[in-house]
Nanobody, 118 residues
Framework: QVQLVESGGGLVQAGGSLRLSCAAS????????MAWFRRAPGKEREFVAT????????YYADSVKGRFTVSRDNAKNTVYLQMNSLKPEDTAVYYC???????????WGQGTQVTVSS
């Protein structure tokens, strides 16, 4: 049974930083990519970033490029999202996604709340 467990969310002031973690278990993810999505209140789910397990190739949404960094620790089967220079508009529930075709398909975590105060 595949499990993705996010952690690290919380309340932070604008300009601050948070690091989210996504611990993956239940299968071999070497052929997968891991993505982060977010959903703000009243808005559609939004792609944030993705990283391939195999070679750590990354891709970011324009809204977070230069502020967020996605990384992975193969030994721990964990993916991270380092979020710097946070803005109130980054407030959302952040979800981890494991996919082997397109971001948004595959497996999902339960989400972790990030709130950025102005």
């Amino acid at each position: 049974q595949v499990q993705l467990v996010e952690s690290g969310g919380g309340l932070v002031q604008a300009g601050g930083s948070l690091r989210l973690s996504c611990a993956a278990s239940g299968r071999t993810f070497s052929s997968y990519a891991m993505a982060w999505f977010r959903r703000a209140p009243g808005k559609e789910r939004e792609f944030v970033a993705t990283i391939r397990w195999s070679d750590a190739t990354t891709y970011y949404a324009d809204s977070v490029k230069g502020r967020f960094t996605v990384s992975r620790d193969n030994a721990k089967n964990t993916v991270y999202l380092q979020m710097n220079s946070l803005k109130p508009e980054d407030t959302a529930v952040y979800y981890c996604n494991a996919h082997n075709s397109a971001p948004g398909t595959g497996y999902w975590g339960q989400g972790t709340q990030v709130t950025v105060s102005s």
